[in-house]
């Protein structure tokens, strides 16, 4: 595949609804879209870094650069296959977010000249899939009900509730009280000590889907050891920043679920290994979130749609995140979404949205 040109195109979408966790408060959604130019063929990528190092060290400055001075300049001045990509780009330590924006794009470039869905090549065995909906720290319990009522009324299938310190056993117990038998789990985002072990076992109750992320990302062991003391099923996010990382952590016993997310994992190809060992172990996967815009969110329905994708993701409509979402909107339909069928990712941002939200652009030549 020829390409002749990279735009990288930083883009601002408010937020519907503004979003809190123990990581910080999000308010608008700035993010940093990569497009392939060639002169046959086009692609787009999304990279899922945050306007700061909250969630990994990686932030949309940080992507912009490596990919700007370090990644972009890797590939190969005549053809560039999307295949090579994951390992060429392998020279750089870290910088996933920004490895796996430049791959998804380079995916859906090839694809759309082959004219494939992303879903298709990955091997998706569903046509669409079940929407999960995260929900952040609220101000109040009355907020939070009045929040969840309005998800479960519009037909979403589970619910995930961010928990921190001050913010845990009693939200999750109102929300549990008032909605009996509601697919419920719980993302901590790393905010607990091993001091909190006890709180955390008061969670047991509520009959939760899983505990994510309660421990700082490096802290297997601390992981292990809750595993054991507690009932509620852990699943890792934070910490498996790539398949090898995940099944070290399965085998010593840090987590029995497992988040799967692009954009931490430095792209496709890894969340496919990642995906391929849950399956042969029957280890419970899902597809992971970050806000993103429908590019991205294109590209997580089609992996979602993959059989080992056993649990609901962080895969809501356009409308729960965007008052306009940069491609025509993902809808929720009877408690689904979806999975594009067009070839690549099978969405394209809607120009008159794009220039809406581009905020800055620079072109690079190959
Ligand atoms: O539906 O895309 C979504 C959001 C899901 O909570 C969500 N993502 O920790 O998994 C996460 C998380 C996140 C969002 C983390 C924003 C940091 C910022």
């Known amino acids: 595949m020829l390409l002749s040109q990279i ?4 883009i601002r979408l408010p937020l519907v609804t503004p979003f809190r966790s123990s990581q910080g408060f999000i308010t608008e959604r700035e993010l940093l879209l990569v497009r392939l130019i060639g ?6 990528g999304e990279c899922v870094a945050l306007s700061s190092p909250e969630y990994t060290g990686e932030t949309v400055d940080s992507a912009h650069n490596a990919l700007k001075r370090e990644l972009i300049p ?48 990955l091997g998706a065995t569903r046509s669409r899939v ?6 952040g720290v609220m101000d109040a319990i009355d907020d939070l009900l009045a929040a969840v009522e309005s998800y479960v009324d519009q037909g979403y299938s589970r619910v995930k509730l961010k928990i921190q310190p001050g913010w845990d056993v009693e939200p999750v117990r ?20 091993k001091s909190d072990f006890a709180l955390l076992a008061e969670l047991d109750e509520f009959g939760l889907l899983m505990l994510e992320q309660p421990l700082a990302a490096n802290d297997l062991a601390g992981h292990a050891e809750l595993a054991r003391q507690i009932q509620t099923p852990i699943c890792l996010d934070e910490s ?21 997310k692009p954009g931490r994992l430095g792209g496709l190809a890894e969340a496919l290994r990642l995906h391929d060992f849950c399956l042969e172990r029957s280890i ?8 993103e815009s429908g ?61 809406e939200a581009t905020v800055s652009t620079e072109l690079i030549e190959l």
């Open 74 to 121: 890797l590939l190969p001045a005549d053809s560039v296959s999307p295949w090579q990509v994951s390992a060429l780009l392998g020279e750089v330590v870290g910088n996933s977010m920004a490895k796996a924006a430049l791959e998804m794009g380079l995916w859906d470039a090839e694809l759309r000249s082959r004219e494939v869905s992303l879903a298709q090549h």
């Open 240 to 260: 498996l920043s790539s398949a090898e990382a995940a099944e070290e952590a399965v085998e010593l016993g840090a987590c029995s679920i497992v988040n799967i």
């Open 284 to 291: 419970p996967a899902w597809c992971g979130g970050m806000l």
């Open 295 to 355: 590019i991205g969110r294109a590209a997580n329905l089609a992996l979602a749609a993959l059989p080992g994708f056993t649990l609901a993701g962080d895969l809501s409509a356009s409308n729960r995140y965007f008052y306009r979402d940069l491609t025509p909107p993902f809808e929720l339909r009877d408690g689904h979404i979806d999975v594009p069928t067009g070839p690549g990712i099978g969405v394209e941002p809607l120009p008159e949205m794009l220039d």
């Open 7 to 10: 735009e990288l195109r930083r």
């Open 39 to 44: 002169p046959e063929v086009e692609g787009w």
């Open 130 to 135: 079940p929407a999960g909906v995260a929900v």
């Open 174 to 193: 109102a929300v549990r009280d008032r909605f009996d038998g509601l697919p419920l789990q719980v993302d901590a985002n790393m905010a607990y000590k």
